[in-house]
Structures are given as C-alpha cells and as structure tokens.
C-alpha cells in the first residue's frame, strides 16, 4: 500500500458498506440482471439461441408489463415509462388517457396517439444454455451457464402459453423445471422481409416463428450443485417491476414536454398525488393538439372501457 492510500482502511470499508446500501435499495442493476436482446439472424438462416425458462423467487412463472416508449424530441432521447396497468388494469395511467383523448381528434392527432400508446411485454428468469454471441466475449462476459431476465414479446408468450395450455400433448409447468423433466426453449430468430410501405418501410423486423420447445425432457445440467446454484441465481419480477416505475412528477414532467398535459391536467389533478404542487398551477396552453379541446375532452369515453378497441384501431395507423 503506497503512501497515499494509508490510514484509509476504514474509509474505504465504509464506503463499500455505502455504496453496497445504495445497491440493495436500488435493487437492479440493468445490465446485470437482464440478458442482452438476443439478436436477429436472416430469414433463411436465424440465429439460435437455447433456455430454460425458470420461476422466479416467489415462484412466479412470467410477468407481463405495460410500457410507454417513444423518442422525446424535447429530451432529444428514448423516454421510457412503465405503465401503471401493468400492476392492476384499472389504474389510472396519464399517458394511456392522452392517448385516447388525442384518439378522439384529428388523423394528426392519431398519428401522435400511436407514438405514445401503450405497448406490451413480458419478463421471466431464464438459465442460458446456447448464445452464439458468446464465441466473441472472454468468458466473464459470456451469458451461457448464468440466469437473466429475458425480456421477449407477445409472439414468444404465445409459444409459451400455448405449450403451457395444451392438456394433451403440452408440457405444463415441466416448462419451468430446472431438472429431468424440463423443457429446454430453443429460440429461433429471424428476420422479416422488408417493410413495402408505410413509416417502417424498408425495415425489416425479428421473427420469432421458428421457435420451439425440445421434444425431449432434459436437465440444464448433470450436477445437481450446478442447478442449486442456477436457482439461487434467479431474480425476484416483482422487484424488477418495482424499480422501473417513475414518480408521478416526473411523468407529468414528460407529458408538459410532450405537449400533452393539458389534455388530462384535470384528471392528473384529482387523481394523482405529486411532490411538486407547481404543477397544479394554471399553465399557459403552448400547441396543444386539436383533440385537446373542452368539447372533445368532455365527449372522450372512459379510457379502462376503450382500450381494447383503441389499441386494435391505433396498430392500423403504422402505415400512415
């Protein structure tokens, strides 16, 4: 130990006690916990990828979340909010009550209710078996042998679902098993072929198709101390949920950005609890879109009974 680092033996261990406190209350941290999006290969030839789903801590088997996600040309980046829905449907969420109130009003402003309607995903523990990214990375950095979240989309939880659902020939809850009787989940990923049309022209998307369970029970590993230690690696969902969700001013903060806070500023205020009071004060209304006015508003149906029907009619707004 040089002379500058001496007599700093207790500072130092307190602040590895600090900074480990802040980690324990913060709970996530991202990077660690959730597997890298797996990437995409061609249509002819996907990128293969092997897991075995597992429970959760709390022996949760997947949780499905609800998010808002668009580019902030106010914050020139990705804004990201978890969805109040995602804990129980009929909370009450200001971004999802913008949305239907800009449904209400002109193709413009339908075109900006896509931007931030609400979208879907699910989340689950996940012992990695195969990532072909792994060729590349010292072995540190590899994923296989370890146990992330993964983070997949509808078209990945309807396999699943399907395959848990199917009393004849499914696997049921075998599909979360770490041992004999599991099933691994060979994930396949290919691509689309090119937008024609549309604002995604040209691009083309994943496509999960070609996913499927094995056809044969297996275990994730030979050793039992081996499995031990992938069940002690798992993650708790509730806790991952928890650590995504924004304070109430923050959100509101994006909305007033967003030019959308005057469509559900009276709505914000007698159902949401914020820190700030400032943000109940009478704002000068900036470019607020068409649909943002007091006739609209008054004839915009409650937005928990619209959803479904919203959210089926703004998918077909993508071509516009």
């Known amino acids: 130990m040089s002379k500058w680092m001496k007599d700093k033996t207790e500072l130092f261990k307190k602040f590895k006690e600090e900074k480990n406190a802040e980690k324990e209350n913060s709970g996530i941290n991202r990077s660690e916990m959730v597997w890298k999006t797996p990437e995409k290969g061609t249509a002819e030839n996907p990128k293969t990828y092997i897991l075995r789903l597992l429970m959760d801590v709390n022996d949760d088997f997947y949780r499905t979340m609800s998010y808002h996600m668009f580019y902030s040309t106010a914050n020139e980046k990705w804004v990201f909010i978890l969805c ?19 449904y209400t009003g002109s193709s413009e402003d339908k075109k900006v209710a896509y931007n931030f309607k609400r979208k879907v995903k699910h989340c689950c523990n996940a012992y990695i078996s195969k990532d072909p990214r792994d060729a590349d990375k010292i072995e540190e950095e590899k994923s296989e042998g370890k146990v992330y979240i993964y983070e997949f989309p509808t078209k990945v939880e309807s396999k699943i679902k399907g395959e848990m659902n199917d009393s004849e020939y499914g696997a049921g809850m075998n599909l979360f098993d770490p041992g004999k009787d599991g099933f691994d ?41 081996v499995i031990e230690t992938a069940m002690e690696g798992r ?81 077909e707004l993508d071509s516009l």
């Open 84 to 102: 109040n829905k995602t804990f129980n449907f009929t909370n009450y969420c200001p971004l999802c009550a913008a949305v239907s109130k800009l």
């Open 185 to 225: 989940f060979i994930l396949k990923v290919g691509a689309t072929k090119p937008m024609q049309e549309g604002a995604n022209k040209g691009k083309s998307f994943p496509d999960y198709g070609d996913s499927k369970f094995a056809n044969r029970p297996s275990a994730i590993a030979d050793s039992d101390d």
């Open 235 to 315: 993650h708790d969902l509730t806790k991952y949920l928890d650590s995504m969700v924004k304070d109430d001013d923050y959100v509101i903060d994006i909305l007033k950005k967003e030019m959308l806070y005057d469509l559900v500023k009276t709505e914000v205020e007698s159902r949401m609890k914020l820190k700030d009071p400032s943000y109940l004060v009478e704002q000068e209304v900036v470019d607020t879109p068409a649909s943002s006015t007091e006739t609209s508003v008054e004839q915009e149906p409650d937005s928990n009974v619209s959803d479904l029907e919203l959210m089926k009619e703004l998918d």
